[in-house]
């Protein structure tokens, strides 16, 4: 089953359109399907922060100025 596209125009550095399309001839792929790869791993990088921030939201928090006063406690024992 074929995935729905839908075309997008980018404007882009010519530089960085040519360094697209030599990575894309070494790695037989289209510059599309790269741009699409890159897109989905950049993605999913952001996705696994999301779900790290997510559980972690019910941790508990102290101030820079709190941890500081707990070390200087701690040092004091």
């Not at 125009?9 to 790269?34: C, F, G, N, P, W």
């Not at 941790?59 to 070390?71: D, F, I, K, Y």
């Given at each position: 089953?074929?995935?729905?596209?839908?075309?997008?125009?980018?404007?882009?550095?010519?530089?960085?359109v040519q360094?697209?399309?030599?990575?894309?001839?070494?790695?037989?792929?289209?510059?599309?399907?790269?741009?699409?790869?890159?897109?989905?791993?950049?993605?999913?990088?952001?996705?696994?922060?999301?779900?790290?921030?997510?559980?972690?939201?019910?941790?508990?928090?102290?101030?820079?100025?709190?941890?500081?006063?707990?070390?200087?406690?701690?040092?004091?024992?």
């Amino acid at each position: 089953m074929k995935t729905q596209v839908q075309r997008m125009t980018l404007y882009l550095d010519k530089d960085l359109v040519q360094a697209l399309r030599e990575k894309a001839a070494l790695t037989k792929q289209s510059v599309s399907e790269l741009i699409t790869e890159m897109i989905q791993e950049q993605l999913a990088e952001d996705a696994d922060d999301l779900q790290a921030f997510r559980e972690r939201a019910d941790e508990s928090v102290m101030s820079l100025e709190g941890l500081r006063q707990a070390l200087q406690a701690h040092e004091k024992r």
